[in-house]
């Protein structure tokens, strides 16, 4: 009984952890961001924005340089372009994640 007890117990606390481990990868969706395209450079693939606050990255309103996911986003907008994007750190940089063209 008290063996019965104890396995219960571990089998518990192992879907337990599991379910917490599931919980902390989930991620709330990245807030899209309104911003102007001020720079494109295909060849670093990178991208220099005008944006708005980004919540996500404690990050003010400003110009600044972003690295891009996916090199097929630069070339959906140019410079002067008003966009919405998500922005959030990859390994250590930041990096515009989506991009679209502002309606």
Known sequence: ???????TLTLTLSLGLTALSFSAFAQAPLPLVDGEVRK?????QKI??????????????????????????LTQVKAG???????????GAL???SLEPAN
Not at 2 to 7: D, G, K
Not at 40 to 44: K, L, N
Not at 81 to 91: C, E, G, N, P, Q
């Open 1 to 7: 009984m008290q063996q019965r007890f104890i396995v």
């Open 40 to 44: 494109i450079d295909t060849e670093q």
């Open 48 to 73: 220099t924005l005008r944006h708005a606050e980004i919540p996500n990255l404690a990050m003010s309103p400003m110009t600044m340089v972003f690295r891009v996911k996916a090199p097929a986003l």
């Open 81 to 91: 372009d008003k966009v919405r994007f998500t922005a959030d750190k990859v390994d």
């Open 95 to 97: 990096t515009v994640m």
